[in-house]
C-alpha cells in the first residue's frame, strides 16, 4: 500500500510504516486482508500502547497515590505523567482540570450528575442536538424526568448540519447547558463548536463538548475553543478501552459536588461528616484504571509524533476519495452530506439492508459498521432503519477504499 502523501514539504506521511506499527492490521479475515473501517466503533492499538500495557502488569503494578514502596510510587509517576499528557495533547491551563473517567459515556453522566443536579432546577433548560450519541441523550432524560427540566433539541437539515438560527431562537433566560457533539458519529458533520460555545456564552450557558469522534481527527485546544466541559474516550484515539477524559475548566469543578464516593476523593472521613480531595482526586474515586490510563498517554505520544495536523490531512484525502467512489455506485444514497466532514461515510441502498451489506463485506475481509450506532433519532430523521458506516483512521489506504468499493460492487450484483 503506498499511499503515502507529501504535504506542504512539511510532514512526510509514511503509511506503510505506519500500518507496521499495528500489529493487528496484518490479520487475515475470511482468507483475506483486514481491512479494518470501523474506526469510529474503536480504533485498533500500536504496538507502543499494546507493550505499555504488559510492561506496566510485568515491571510497575501497584496501586497508586497510597503507599510509600517503590513500585507505588512508579505507578503514581506513570498515571500522573499520563495525566500531564493529556493536559499537553488538549492544552487544558492545568493538570486538576484533567478527570480519568471510564470514557465518554461516563464523563457526561458525570456532568449530569453533579453540575446538572446540583445546578438545576425545575423549569430550567438544556440544549442538545439531533445528531447526539445516545450518551450525550439518555444522561439528560434521566436529570429531565427527576428534576423536571426541559430538553430541547435542535433540528437538522437535510445534509446532517445543525440548523444554526434554530439553536439561537431556543436560548432563553432557562437555559442552563448546551451539551453538542463536536463530530457526529453517523452522519460524519463537524458542528461550528467554536460558533456555538460563543453564541452559548454571550448568554452566560455553559458548553459541554462530546469530542469522541473530534479528538483523533481535529486539532483540540481547549482553551481556544474555550469550551467549558469536554469528554472523550482512549479507545478512539489509539489507546485502551475502559480510560477517557472529562476536561472541565478548574472554577467550576470547584463548585461541583463529587460524583462517586469512596477512596481516594475524600480529604477527611469521620462518621459524622467527609471533606473532599482537592481537584482532580474529588472526581477519581475508587481505584483507578491506572494501566490503561498510562496507555492512553502513550497513546497520545504516539499521535503526537505524527502530527495530529498530518493525520487531518491523509483522512482527509481518504474521505473525498472514498465519498467519489461510493457515488459511482448505482443504487447508493450517502447520508450525512455536510459541507463540512470528518472521516465517517455512512450510506444506503434501497432494496439492500445495511446488515447485509456488513455480513457480505465481513467475508471480504472488510470491517464496516452497520446498525443506528447509538443514534436512533438520526434515523428517525432520516426515516432509516439504519445504515452502513465506513469510518477512517490514520492507518487506512486508498487501496483499502478500493477493496471496499469492488465489495460494494459484488453485492450489487448478488443482490439484484
Ligand atoms: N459520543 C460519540 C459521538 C460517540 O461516537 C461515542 C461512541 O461511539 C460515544 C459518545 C460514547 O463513547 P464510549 O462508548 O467510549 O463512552
Redesign the pocket.
Known amino acids: 500500500m503506498k499511499s503515502d502523501l507529501n504535504r506542504n514539504n512539511v510532514t512526510y506521511y509514511q503509511l506503510e510504516k505506519i500500518r507496521q506499527d499495528f500489529p493487528i492490521l496484518k490479520k487475515l479475515i475470511h482468507g483475506k486482508p483486514l481491512c479494518y473501517l470501523d474506526n469510529?466503533?474503536t480504533t485498533q492499538k500500536p504496538q507502543a500502547v499494546i507493550d505499555a500495557l504488559v510492561e506496566y502488569y510485568s515491571s510497575m503494578n501497584a496501586n497508586i497515590h497510597r503507599a510509600v514502596h517503590h513500585l507505588s510510587e512508579a505507578s503514581t509517576k506513570a498515571f500522573e505523567d499520563s495525566r500531564k499528557k493529556v493536559k499537553n495533547f488538549i492544552n487544558a491551563a492545568s493538570e486538576k482540570e484533567i478527570i480519568f473517567t471510564?470514557?465518554?459515556?461516563?464523563?457526561?453522566n458525570l456532568v449530569a450528575n453533579t453540575f446538572g443536579r446540583n445546578k438545576l432546577k425545575e423549569g430550567d433548560e438544556i440544549i442538545i442536538s439531533g445528531m447526539?450519541?445516545h450518551?450525550?441523550i439518555v444522561p439528560w432524560q434521566f436529570l429531565r424526568d427527576e428534576k423536571n427540566i426541559k430538553l430541547k433539541v435542535i433540528p437538522l437539515n437535510d445534509k446532517g448540519e445543525i440548523i444554526f438560527e434554530e439553536f439561537e431562537k431556543m436560548i432563553t433566560g432557562k437555559t442552563k447547558l448546551v451539551s453538542i457533539?463536536y463530530?457526529?458519529?453517523s452522519l460524519g458533520t463537524i458542528n461550528p463548536v467554536e460558533r456555538i460555545i460563543e453564541t452559548a456564552h454571550r448568554n452566560n450557558i455553559p458548553v459541554l463538548v462530546?469530542a469522541?469522534?473530534a479528538i483523533q481527527h481535529l486539532k483540540i485546544d481547549v482553551q481556544k475553543l474555550d469550551c467549558d466541559f469536554l469528554?472523550f474516550?482512549g479507545?478512539?484515539i489509539y489507546g485502551p478501552?475502559g480510560i477517557?477524559i472529562l476536561y472541565g475548566k478548574q472554577n467550576i469543578l470547584e463548585s461541583l459536588p463529587p460524583f462517586l464516593g469512596g477512596g481516594d476523593m475524600i480529604s477527611k472521613v469521620t462518621f459524622e461528616e467527609t471533606t473532599y480531595n482537592e481537584l482532580p482526586y474529588k472526581f477519581e474515586a475508587g481505584t483507578s484504571n491506572i494501566a490503561d490510563a498510562i496507555g492512553l498517554g502513550v497513546a497520545l505520544d504516539y499521535v503526537s509524533g505524527i502530527g495530529i495536523d498530518a493525520i487531518a490531512a491523509h483522512e482527509a484525502e481518504l474521505l473525498k476519495y472514498a465519498t467519489e467512489r461510493l457515488m459511482e455506485i448505482p443504487g447508493l444514497k450517502i447520508i450525512g452530506q455536510a459541507e463540512n466532514k470528518s472521516s465517517v461515510i455512512s450510506f444506503v441502498f434501497d432494496n439492500i439492508h445495511p446488515h447485509d451489506v456488513g455480513t457480505f463485506l465481513d467475508f471480504e475481509g472488510v470491517a464496516i459498521r452497520t446498525g443506528h450506532?447509538?443514534t436512533q433519532p438520526v434515523m428517525l430523521r432520516y426515516n432509516i432503519p439504519a445504515t452502513s458506516r465506513a469510518s477512517f483512521a490514520l492507518y487506512n489506504s486508498r487501496e483499502e477504499i478500493d477493496i471496499l468499493f469492488n465489495g460494494l460492487k459484488k453485492i450489487i450484483e448478488v443482490f439484484s
Do not use: L
Request: overall charge negative; glycine content about 8%.
Open positions: 469510529a466503533a471510564r470514557g465518554t459515556t461516563e464523563s457526561i447526539e450519541h450518551s450525550n457533539v463530530v457526529s458519529n462530546d469522541a469522534q469528554a474516550s479507545h478512539k478501552t477517557g450506532h447509538c
